[in-house]
């Protein structure tokens, strides 16, 4: 499954949540100061991965409209998401890859059981610019009640959208004097030079694709 996050992708909410994690999703790829003399870009243009609040698990009722755990038939858990990241070319090119371990109540048969999941690409913290649903199927021997497999996507951002602005980048980059004027001035702290990095800022998010009835369940339990 491929996501590229390109114009022709109109924008996609996903389901509540997924603010809750974006704050702090990005750990590398971040503005740090250098010595006080300025400051050193050393983001990467490619996205920050991670799972959106309350969409790293999900359960399976029998029947299907009961909320009771005597109810619960399957659950499922997204663990060991991993990325790889091409930054050569015109395009950025990311896979993503996930475990998924799953556990049932009833165990005398073999079961397949499908979920779907999602991967999305979010720009500068909150605009979903593209989203792809995909499926996974987990296989239960006989007599088990445990069972594993993993998945995995991909995604395409455009070089250009990930990079700052010539500009922006000497406005952070240039060195400054103690004494001067904006010697003691953050940059970040001009709205368009924050608007500029934010606008460059991508994450790749993926999760299980939930009803709203289901992340209801998770949020709440």
């Not at 990005?26 to 010595?35: C, N, Q």
């Not at 959106?52 to 659950?75: E, K, M, N, Y």
């Not at 397949?112 to 720009?123: E, H, K, N």
């Not at 500068?124 to 296989?139: D, L, N, Q, S």
């Amino acid at each position: 499954m491929r996501v590229t996050a390109r114009n022709s992708f109109a924008p996609i909410l996903l389901a509540a949540g997924l603010a809750a994690l974006l704050g702090g999703c990005a750990k590398k790829g971040e503005i740090d100061l250098a010595g006080g003399v300025g400051i050193t870009a050393v983001r990467s243009a490619c996205p920050s991965v991670g799972v959106p609040a309350s969409t790293g698990d999900i359960t399976l009722f029998d029947p299907p409209a009961s909320r009771d755990a005597a109810a619960i038939d399957v659950t499922a858990l997204m663990t060991n998401v991993r990325s790889t990241c091409n930054e050569e070319g015109a395009d950025i090119q990311t896979n993503v890859t996930f475990d998924i371990r799953a556990s049932r109540i009833n165990a005398s048969a073999a079961r397949d059981v499908t979920l779907p999941y999602f991967i999305a690409i979010v720009r500068g913290g909150t605009a979903v610019t593209a989203k792809r649903i995909g499926r996974v199927t987990i296989h239960f021997d006989a007599g088990q009640t445990r069972a594993s497999t993993n998945g995995q996507a991909s995604t395409n951002i455009s070089r250009a959208a990930a990079t700052l602005p010539d500009d922006i980048r000497k406005k952070l980059t240039e060195k400054r004097k103690a004494g001067d004027d904006d010697a003691a001035v953050d940059p970040l702290s001009r709205p368009d030079i924050r608007q500029a990095v934010k606008s460059a800022s991508f994450e790749a998010l993926v999760g299980f694709q939930l009803t709203d009835d289901q992340l209801k369940y998770n949020a709440t339990r």
